[in-house]
């Protein structure tokens, strides 16, 4: 999935559970989860050649903002000792992600990545057809809209 669903989703479940020891391992396990689901994301064709790895990469710097300015706007009322958490949430919620950004965009993966960027393609289930691709994010941030 983008960048978007993942961190709102661990930034929503820190905004509930404000304790690092419930919304990190939260917000990882439910990362598995939502790529579990067919999706499309801006790395979806990188490992058959459909798509560079530079596109790759300015696709996903715009994800990454665009993630910022909604978790900013869903959550920009709540105290500042909340805000803390909902940003670390958000964090936590693309870490598997983030672990495995070296191994794709420049291919370096430390021996200590390898284990969890082996778990997290067991659960990433990408699709080539963006519009499909997109209706199980748009979902997924719309209900966190409405429950937050």
């Known amino acids: 999935m983008l960048s978007i669903p993942h961190s709102l989703t661990g930034a929503f479940v820190a905004s509930k559970f404000p304790n690092p020891l419930?919304?990190?391992?939260?917000?990882?396990?439910?990362?598995?989860?939502?790529d579990w689901i067919p999706h499309?994301?801006?790395?979806?064709?990188?490992?058959?050649?459909?798509?560079k790895k530079?596109?790759?990469?300015?696709?996903e710097l715009i994800d990454l903002a665009l993630t910022a300015v909604l978790i900013y706007f869903f959550w920009r009322t709540e105290p500042m000792i909340l805000q803390i958490h909902i940003w670390a949430g958000g964090l936590a919620g693309i870490l598997p992600d983030l672990i495995e950004a070296p191994r794709n965009f420049f291919n370096w993966e430390p021996a200590i990545t390898k284990p969890f960027n082996w778990l997290h393609k067991q659960f990433h289930y990408s699709i080539p057809n963006w519009v499909v691709g997109i209706i199980p994010q748009v979902?997924?941030?719309a209900?966190?809209?409405?429950?937050?």
């Open 22 to 34: 419930i919304y990190v391992p939260v917000a990882i396990g439910l990362h598995y989860l939502e």
């Open 40 to 51: 499309w994301d801006v790395g979806t064709g990188l490992s058959n050649g459909n798509r």
């Open 54 to 59: 530079s596109t790759a990469f300015k696709l």
């Open 139 to 141: 979902v997924v941030v």
């Open 143 to 148: 209900v966190i809209w409405l429950l937050k």
